[in-house]
C-alpha cells in the first residue's frame, strides 16, 4: 500500500477510534482535518505512522498496516509523563 492510502486510512481509523470512544459529555467530534502524522515507515509491504490530534487529551495513536494479511491494527495510547533521566557517559 503507498505511504498516501495508508495515511488516508489511518487517519480514518483514529477518527473513528476517537469519536467512538470519547466521553458522553464531550462536545464536537474529531474531523480528519484534526489529525496529523508524527512519524511515518514503510518496509517492504508494511506500513507504520504515529499519529496525534489537535484534542489536548495526551493520546496518540500507533497504526500498523500488516500488508502479508491486508489487516491494520490500531493501538492507543495516553502520555503518563516525560522526565529527563541523565546519562553517565562513562557507562
Known sequence: MDNQKFVELAKKAVVNYFNSHKEIT???????????????CKTLQN????????????M????TYNGDKNEM??????????????????E
Open 26 to 40: 464531550d462536545e464536537g467530534r474529531l474531523a480528519k482535518e484534526d489529525v496529523f502524522v508524527v512519524w511515518l
Open 47 to 58: 506500513n507504520k505512522a504515529l499519529l496525534s490530534t489537535t484534542v489536548w487529551d495526551g
Open 60 to 63: 496518540y495513536y500507533e497504526v
Open 73 to 90: 491494527y490500531l493501538d492507543a495510547y495516553k502520555k503518563w509523563d516525560n522526565k529527563c533521566i541523565e546519562v553517565d557517559k562513562n
